[in-house]
């Protein structure tokens, strides 16, 4: 691997930036008294832990343990569980990609919590890579009181192995930056982190890589890239030129739409009648059609599933799902929503209690690209996009839902269990943090 | 619109229009007559269009670091600062002596003036009910942000004029 260093502008070199823990951290902002409470979040209807703090960690809980799994644990060892607040994440998000803005324009948000930066053309207004890392971690969390950790290096891949060595050694003081380091010493670190750590080998491939006696990134490393190839395919290929340092993945700016949208929730309480499942189905037919819109396309089918409580062994069990294409491209909530109660009509069955429902809309194609059928009538048209267009201001303005179909009903008792959710902190005037 | 300025407007679209398009358009499909013109003078201030007065332009610095919180209780009264009261605060600014903090104290959120002079720091409060909120050697005291603004609605019910 070459080692660049900050002279050389032309060789690409990549940050990731990432929140440690994002959602604890984030409820540690406005909660300060839980600095040491070892604390998880939990996924929506407070199923799965989907964040843990530092402590809770140590303690062995897995991303993803059911909350109902660690009950005891969490008796014996004081474990908060807080219930997902995903307006709050999403708003202390946007601050970090802000702030992270001013360092380069050349950006590309990955995921919540992690971004990755190219940096190569802004080096020369900072000492060296660690340096402008070392500002970036020091700023964000200045500004907004949320811990992050910074890897440096030639490749995206080799970025996020970076990143993971600052979050598992506290020696580096949370930015790691490869593209300075001695090979020895690189090597020294990939000889001791397993290959399915590597972003992009998953289980399978992990399994595989383990049969041919490579366990570690340095195998990886060593190994043919075109060896590689022949048994896994030219993505691999690209993982191991990347590791080796060289940039085969660029930096995606602008996130392509999406080809799939799935809205569903679980249920506070199982559903037993096929009207409660529609008001479900029908919501959740409303909330995807909002994001089609959003994204300017139009979807040519649309999905609907249903399904019980499968950790309940000794209930009987039903899940089905059926899908319904559209012979025109729509984005129509009416249209959608009339296909997708139809749908359900079709798979429901009486008698079991239900656990969960969603629908997914898929086919998606680009709207202004779509043809116009003959046989479609242009006046009604013409009215259903001014209709979907008030539609979503309305509830833009006014919060999500204002207006809805009448099908998804009003009570709603089916809607999502929360049970110790924080305050909407920075976006509700009337849930701000309270200060005496 | 009078004879005379339709008249004018035909006459400027053909000689105006590049030869090739004007070729394909026959002189009674002229698309500048498509949509209601205005012919008269036109606004001098239309340069000078504003958007408006922005209350987070002023009130806001640095919106990435800009939090708001609101004030229980009357500790800060003498300072303006009432029971109730939204209160801006900016985590990118480092406090200086008098400035207004929200600082961390015993795991909450408190409001007080910061008084950093001569190795001393404390917090104190501008109502006369209230105490100082002294540090001992070696305690660090914990500063959330500073407080650059406070906002107050009055619940008035008068109808509008």
């Known amino acids: ?436 | 619109m009078t004879q005379s300025t339709n008249q004018l407007l035909h006459q400027t679209s053909l000689s105006q229009v590049p030869q090739g398009l004007s070729g394909d358009l026959s002189v009674n499909e002229t698309p500048l007559i498509m949509h209601p013109l205005s012919a008269g003078f036109p606004s001098p201030a239309a340069d000078y269009a504003a958007d408006g007065l922005d209350l987070n332009s002023y009130l806001i610095q640095n919106k990435p670091a800009t939090f708001m919180f609101t004030v229980r209780g009357e500790s800060m009264i003498v300072a303006g600062i009432h029971h109730g009261d939204k209160v801006v605060v900016d985590r990118a600014l480092k406090p200086k002596h008098k400035d207004i903090v929200v600082a961390v104290v015993n795991g909450e959120y408190t409001i007080k003036r910061l008084y950093k002079y001569k190795g001393l720091v404390e917090l104190r409060p501008e109502n006369p009910d209230y105490p100082n909120i002294t540090f001992s050697e070696g305690h660090e005291l914990q500063i959330w942000g500073v407080v650059i603004g406070v906002v107050r609605r009055y619940s008035s019910h008068s109808s509008r004029v």
Not at chain 1, 211 to 231: I, K, N
């Open chain 1, 1 to 436: 691997m070459s080692s660049s260093n900050q002279n050389s502008t032309h060789a690409p070199l990549f940050a990731l930036v990432d929140v440690n823990n994002f959602y604890v951290s984030c409820e540690r902002v406005f909660a300060p008294q839980l600095e040491k409470t070892p604390m998880v979040v939990l996924s929506n209807n407070d199923g799965c832990a989907v964040a843990r703090s530092a402590e809770v960690k140590a303690l062995g809980v897995k991303m993803g343990t059911p909350w109902f799994q660690m009950k005891d644990l969490a008796k014996q060892h004081g474990i908060l569980a807080c219930s997902s607040n995903y307006t709050l994440y999403h708003d202390m998000s946007q601050r970090v990609v802000e702030i992270l803005r001013q360092f380069t324009p050349k950006l590309e948000v990955y995921s919540v919590d992690e971004s990755f930066l190219q940096i190569e053309s802004v080096l020369n207004a900072h000492e060296s890579p660690t340096h402008l890392g070392s500002e970036i971690k020091q700023r964000i969390k200045q500004w907004t009181g949320l811990p992050v950790c910074v890897g440096i290096a030639p490749s995206k891949t080799l970025a996020k192995f970076a990143n993971h060595l600052a979050k598992k050694n506290p020696s580096f003081n949370g930015v790691c930056d490869l593209s300075n380091m001695p090979k020895q010493d690189l090597y020294q670190w990939m000889s001791e982190v397993s290959a399915a750590e590597v972003w992009g080998i998953g289980r399978k491939i992990a399994k595989r890589l383990e049969g041919m006696g490579m366990h570690t990134v340095l195998d990886l490393v060593q190994v043919s890239p075109q060896m590689m190839r022949l048994q896994f395919g030219v993505v691999i290929e690209r993982l191991c030129y990347e590791l080796r340092g060289l940039s085969c993945l660029a930096l995606e700016e602008v996130a392509p739409p999406k080809q799939q949208i799935i809205a569903s929730r679980s249920f506070g309480k199982l559903v037993l009648s096929l009207e409660e499942l529609a008001e479900s189905v029908a919501t959740h037919t409303a909330r995807a059609a909002e994001k089609l819109r959003e994204q300017t396309s139009l979807t040519s089918s649309i999905s609907v599933f249903i399904q019980t409580n499968v950790f309940m062994r000794n209930e009987a069990q039903y899940s089905q799902s059926i899908q319904i294409p559209l012979a025109h491209p729509t984005d129509d909530t009416l249209v959608l929503t009339e296909m997708a109660i139809k749908g359900l009509k079709e798979i429901y069955q009486k008698g079991f209690r239900y656990k969960k429902a969603g629908v997914m809309l898929g086919l998606m194609t680009d709207k202004p690209l779509v043809q116009s059928s003959l046989f479609e009538d242009h006046l009604a048209k013409g009215k259903s996009v001014r209709l979907m267009k008030t539609l979503d201001s309305i509830n833009t303005r006014y919060g999500a839902q204002a207006l809805r179909v009448a099908a998804t009903g009003t009570d709603q008792a089916w809607k999502m269990k929360s049970e110790n959710v924080s305050p909407k902190y920075t976006s509700h005037w009337d849930q701000l943090p309270l200060v005496s």
